[in-house]
């Protein structure tokens, strides 16, 4: 049985794949609650 090639990161394509699913969906996220607190931001104080 042969063994799957793996990248120079050491991850085979089925766990690059996943693993780029879930960076997208953190990341996501995190421009999310980044743009909710400039938005927040900017309504407390606009010249700030």
């Given at each position: ?6 990248s120079l ?40």
């Open positions: 049985m042969a063994e799957p090639t793996r990161s050491g991850l085979t394509e089925q766990e690059a794949v996943e693993f780029h699913a879930q960076f997208k969906t953190t990341f996501s996220a995190f421009v999310v609650i980044a743009v909710l607190a400039h938005v927040l931001v900017w309504a407390w104080k606009p010249w700030f």
